[in-house]
Nanobody
Framework: VQLQASGGGLVQAGGSLRLSCTVS???????????KGWFRQAPGKEREFVAA??????DYTDSVKGRFTISRDNVKNTVYLQMNTLKPEDTAVYYC?????????????WGQGTQVTVSS
């Protein structure tokens, strides 16, 4: 199983970006059953949870609620993170991840990360 993240870049505060993460090596059915999430790591800080999606719904960290939306396309084996009203504090490397068992809440596979830089 491999995860390929893309869509990062440089954007001004208040702007938008959409991150994509394509999962290869699994069927669409299996992809749909996975827990899928986005994490981020800013310079000098620990990696933190951003958003997740599974069959039971979605979850977000408080700092992105109302601004970010996670979604998935089970035909394309892709999970998205739509980021609106970006702030300089959103600057980080964003990682996508997938977990075999949503009930366990753990992530088994990780992508390589994509840089998001928000200028003020």
């Amino acid at each position: 199983v491999q995860l390929q993240a893309s869509g990062g870049g440089l954007v001004q505060a208040g702007g938008s970006l959409r991150l994509s993460c394509t999962v290869s090596g699994v069927s669409g059915y299996t992809f749909g059953s996975y827990l899928k999430g986005w994490f981020r790591q800013a310079p000098g800080k620990e990696r933190e949870f951003v958003a997740a999606i599974s069959w039971s719904g979605t979850d977000y960290t408080d700092s992105v609620k109302g601004r970010f939306t996670i979604s998935r396309d089970n035909v394309k084996n892709t999970v998205y993170l739509q980021m609106n009203t970006l702030k300089p504090e959103d600057t980080a490397v964003y990682y996508c991840a997938a977990g075999i068992s949503p009930a366990r809440g753990a992530y088994d596979y990780w992508g390589q990360g994509t840089q998001v830089t928000v200028s003020s």
